[in-house]
């Protein structure tokens, strides 16, 4: 067995790897879950943190949940997956509130009408990627291209004699 900080999904038919490692914890990984509907992984870790996975992407979803004080052991999905239940060396429990990120992503575009800036986007969803669309149907950000400064000369004053 490997310890490490990533997680790695795999074909059970083909037993071969899929894609890349999962990467974004800074310690050895010790559970994973997957959500009743298979679209989000869950993990836990030696750095007290958890995180979420989309799984079709590989990427995380938004920043960890932070609030163990030690090594996260377990974690579990409710069977409706609105709940994750996570089991910590600090001998607590604690129930996470999962987002229905769909509804999130509707409403914040309906709000802002346009696409996250890079910036944005590493700020409030993922610092792994930068140029994703994050509102269908809009064009992606592009910031404005900045122009060229103009030299000005200054006309010398008349001089009086």
């Known amino acids: 067995m490997r310890w490490d900080s990533t997680i790695r999904l795999w074909d059970v038919a083909s037993q071969k ?3 890349e490692p999962l990467t974004g914890h800074g ?8 959500s009743p509907d298979g679209k989000t992984l869950a993990s836990g870790s030696l750095d007290d943190t958890i995180r979420l996975w989309d799984v079709a992407s590989q990427r995380p979803l938004g920043q ?9 052991y377990s974690v579990a999905f409710s069977p409706d997956g609105k709940l994750l239940a996570s089991g910590s ?4 429990v604690r129930l996470i509130d999962i987002p229905d990120l769909s509804q999130q992503q509707a409403s914040g575009c309906a709000k802002i009408n346009r696409n996250l800036a890079p910036a944005e986007w590493n700020d409030y969803v993922s610092n792994s ?10 064009p992606l950000f592009r910031p404005q291209p900045t122009s060229t400064p103009t030299t000005i000369t200054p ?4 001089t009086s004699n």
């Open 27 to 34: 310690s050895s990984v010790y559970s994973v879950a997957f």
């Open 129 to 138: 990627e930068t140029d994703r669309a994050t509102c269908p149907g809009l």
């Open 155 to 158: 006309t010398p004053l008349p």
């Open 64 to 72: 960890p949940f932070i609030g163990h004080t030690s090594t996260v």
């Open 89 to 92: 060396d600090d001998k607590t």
């Open 17 to 19: 790897p899929i894609g």
